[in-house]
């Protein structure tokens, strides 16, 4: 009787989910590693993922959950990624596929690939348990050319980046872990590249063309979770290249929209002399995140600096200095942040900006806007209201932006649906973009 039931019990789907499920193995688990830092200090462990050595930034982040979503958030692109949080890979990796329709946007995570350079773990799972998980963390590495390092202290690498900053490091994978840690001068510095044309579209794509306002997105490596906030809004999305110069097409959108994105903003300085233009002459509502939040410092004339440690987590408190729709002048928000690079804090501050959020810790801006007297709506915040993973408290900022878009449409007397508008708008993206490619060349 006790055999029949185990057997049964294991035949149940609903049942069987409840246990850890063995990875059939850890691809590269008895080859040697070893964590190279600029700074002087090495760290051994073992390979897990693809057994190749690779160069990068070594950077920390303290979210406790959602390691599959930060790994292909693009804003991590050129990183070696150090998990605080002791056990990574625990409930595994799901299948990354998504319809798109006005639910979704193609893909379950932040987007189609892993795009941080390599991963550090205190301890990578050998078994994974989770209802949707379709591989381990370890496969997932290897299948996308992704090394990985287990079996070391990240508590006390992420002390070391937190005294000396962000370092740039080297994984040494295999024979290579033998070896002496390289030069000084061998060590590779993303952000001298511009990282954001390597994440970007190359070409403009649509997402839910039915929908009732139209939004614009600059892609400077945007993640998937801030495309599905606008759709699951009922805006339909056109996503165009970072460069791409949006005063060729404005009049046929109802907003702007600057996406996140990896790197230096400097190297996005086309993107901000096109949009001080389109804030001069445009009164449409315009909103940025992050890097796209950059974009719209420097098109107001303020300085985009690089951070001795930068914010990475899930967990960074912000203080709103100024009230805009759900937000509240004097609250402190909890939000998710990932950025290097920060806008210099200035006074005075240009004329029609005023600083919007800045963080609780250590002071920098978290945000600007215009002001109510310059007759523009822009908005730029630092963190990610879009979470994923992370806090939600500032999520309703999309709503508050397609609030604008669509007053802004009724005032102008526009129909409140308007599906054949997105057909129109394509043709003449198309047309565009020989100029684009030729200015980008």
Not at 55 to 81: A, C, N
Not at 281 to 299: L, R, S, T
Request: charged content about 20%.
């Amino acid at each position: 009787m006790s055999g029949m039931l185990t057997r049964n019990l294991f035949r149940s789907p609903r049942l069987y989910r409840g246990f850890a499920t063995h990875a059939s193995s850890i691809p590269g688990s008895s080859i040697p590693a070893v964590l190279h830092l600029k700074t002087g200090q090495s760290f051994s462990g073992r390979s897990f993922g693809a057994p190749h050595s690779i160069y990068g930034e070594t950077v920390f982040s303290t979210s406790i959950t959602s390691y599959t979503e930060s790994m292909t958030d693009p804003s991590y692109r050129g990183q070696i990624l150090v998990f605080t949080t002791p056990l990574i890979g625990n409930y595994g990796v799901p299948s990354n596929s998504a319809p798109c329709d006005d639910k979704d946007v193609g893909v379950i995570l932040e987007s189609s690939r892993i795009q941080c350079t390599a991963v550090v773990v205190a301890d990578v799972a050998e078994k994974f348990s989770h209802y949707q998980a379709v591989e381990s963390l370890a496969s997932w590495c290897q299948r996308h050319g992704v090394p990985g390092i287990t079996g070391v202290d990240t508590r006390a690498i992420t002390r070391l980046l937190r005294d000396q900053g962000t370092t740039l490091g080297r994984l040494a994978i295999g024979p290579d872990a033998a070896l002496s840690a390289p030069a000084t001068s061998d060590y590779w510095d993303p952000t001298t590249e511009n990282l954001v044309d390597q994440v970007s579209t190359k070409e403009p794509y649509e997402l839910n063309p039915t929908g009732d306002v139209r939004i614009a997105v600059l892609d400077f490596g945007a993640k998937a979770n801030i495309l599905r906030a606008l759709v699951r809004r009922g805006a339909s999305v056109t996503v165009l290249p970072w460069d791409f110069d949006f005063n060729t097409v404005r009049d046929q959108f109802d907003g702007l929209f600057l996406s996140n994105g990896p790197g230096d903003p400097n190297h996005c300085m086309t993107a901000a002399l096109h949009l001080r233009r389109t804030i001069s002459e445009w009164d449409k509502p315009v909103f940025g995140i992050c890097m796209g939040h950059q974009v719209i410092g420097m098109a107001a004339g303020l300085d985009a600096y690089r951070m001795t440690f930068g914010n990475r987590g899930h967990n960074q408190p912000v203080l709103a200095l100024a009230s805009s729709g759900s937000i509240r002048a004097g609250r402190v928000y909890v939000t998710s942040q990932n950025h290097q690079y920060a806008l210099r804090l200035q006074d005075p501050f240009p004329q029609g900006w005023e600083p919007f959020f800045i963080n609780c810790n250590d002071s920098s801006v978290e945000g600007i806007k215009s002001t109510a007297d310059s007759g523009r709506k822009v908005w730029g915040v630092q963190f990610h209201p879009e979470s994923a993973g992370g806090p939600l408290d500032t999520i309703e900022m999309f709503t508050d932006f397609l609030a604008e878009c669509r007053a802004h449409r009724l005032q102008l007397g526009l129909p409140k649906t308007d599906p054949m508008g997105a057909a129109q708008v394509m043709p003449q993206l198309t047309q565009e973009m020989p100029q684009r490619v030729a200015v980008a060349a």
